[in-house]
């Protein structure tokens, strides 16, 4: 399974939120190169960057510490967060990401969305299924939609998608567990997906339960931040 850390920014700092929620942030360090480069120094590959002003704004805004992460580690980046156009798609590689990440975008301009799967390949574009309930979220979780997961989903993968992250907003930053259920019905909905899980991971049981699903990946944030999992404890899960 592989291991991925994530950095959240807001005004270029490293921050982690509640459920989402804005108003319950927190900054854990004023500098995510330091933060990344320690990922990396542990033996970390990969590295998950959510772009949070982006994400509710009208486009990209912390490309250039996706910059200075990409030329400072030789970490594989997923940047999510503000790929609202081609041009902020074009920004996102060309400062360094390795994937980048579609949620909103694929709810609301599908069409652009696939364009993006065929132009790019679906190595390099992945789909973003927040959800809140059963139906998927949207700028950056602000908003709800009416479309529903799984049939979301499905409708993706039928397209050629092959990985997604899935995020279950009502479990993200609480530090009480993963949604295991709804990982699990995906698994064997679609089994072909890549399936990163995301969202309250909070201790090795966390991990153990969906290194039991065959999930692809996992995402780990605050867990991290607060202690709870050490770098070298999840080196040990580290495909």
């Keep these: 399974m592989h291991i991925i850390p994530a950095i959240d920014l807001i005004d270029g700092k490293c921050v982690r939120l509640t459920q989402g929620d804005y108003a319950q ?3 854990y360090n004023e500098d995510p190169l330091a933060v ?3 990922f990396a120094a542990a033996g970390l590959k990969k590295l998950h960057v959510v772009d949070l002003d982006g994400a509710r704004g009208g486009g990209i805004v912390n490309h250039r510490v996706l910059e200075k992460i990409a030329t400072g580690t ?3 980046i997923d940047w ?3 790929i609202k156009s081609d041009e902020d798609l074009r920004i996102a590689f060309e400062s360094g990401a390795h994937q980048v990440t579609g949620g909103t975008i694929a709810v609301k301009q599908p069409e652009v969305f696939l364009s993006w799967l ?3 390949g679906p190595e390099k574009i992945i789909l973003g299924t927040d959800v809140r309930g059963d139906k998927i979220a949207v700028s950056g979780w602000e908003e709800a939609s009416d479309r529903e997961l799984f049939e979301f989903l499905a409708n993706y993968v039928a397209h050629g998608v092959r990985y997604t992250i ?8 609480l530090l009480q567990g993963t949604a295991r259920a709804l990982y699990g019905r995906i698994r064997r909905e679609q ?3 890549k399936l990163i899980a995301s969202g309250g991971v909070t201790d090795t049981d966390d991990l153990d ?3 039991a699903l065959d999930c692809y990946g996992v995402i780990v944030g605050k867990a991290i931040y607060e202690g709870r999992i050490s770098l070298e404890t999840l080196l040990t899960y580290q495909e």
Excluded: H
């Excluded at 899935?166 to 930053?173: I, L």
């Design 209 to 211: 339960a969906l290194a």
């Design 80 to 82: 999510g967060g503000g």
């Design 118 to 120: 065929e132009r790019y």
């Design 74 to 76: 030789a970490l594989e």
């Design 191 to 193: 089994p072909e997906v």
């Design 25 to 27: 942030k927190t900054v």
């Design 166 to 173: 899935c995020t279950d907003v009502s479990k993200d930053g």
């Design 36 to 38: 990344a480069q320690a």
